[in-house]
């Protein structure tokens, strides 16, 4: 189990991995790629099944934070959603690379940094 454990470790990395990545890239474009709301789901979903199998205790950490891994959630799910609409935005125009409204964009980076910060220095 501990292996199962690891390679969702390494899905939730690439996850986040994708969603910054995303976000810089874009950063001179009025769009988002579209790869940002899947990294920002697939990172949401091996997080919690990394979550269920701490809690199941088959594999992972001993002695975790639940406050942190709650915050880490919430603020998840934020970029997701937030991904997600401007997935929905930007599908509008040529290719699904269309315009996203700046705010939205900018929040999904800057959660995404505040997200692994959180994961780091907590």
């Known amino acids: 189990m501990e292996f199962l454990y690891n390679v969702f470790v390494l899905l939730h990395f690439v996850g986040w991995a994708i969603v910054l990545g995303g976000y810089l890239a874009s950063l001179r ?3 988002l790629y579209r790869g ?3 990294g920002a789901a ?11 199998l701490i809690e199941s205790g088959t594999a992972g950490p001993e002695g975790i934070d639940r406050t942190k891994l709650t915050v880490k959630l919430v603020v998840a799910l934020v970029i997701a959603v937030l991904a997600f609409v401007a997935r929905r935005q930007g ?5 699904g690379t269309g315009a996203v409204t700046p705010g ?7 959660l995404a940094l505040v997200n692994i ?4 220095f907590w």
Do not use: C, E, S, Y
């Open 29 to 31: 474009t009025p769009g």
């Open 36 to 38: 940002v709301f899947h």
């Open 42 to 52: 697939t990172a949401l979903v091996a997080g919690i099944v990394m979550m269920g």
């Open 91 to 95: 599908r509008k125009a040529d290719n």
């Open 104 to 110: 939205i964009k900018h929040a999904i980076g800057g």
């Open 117 to 120: 910060v959180v994961a780091v």
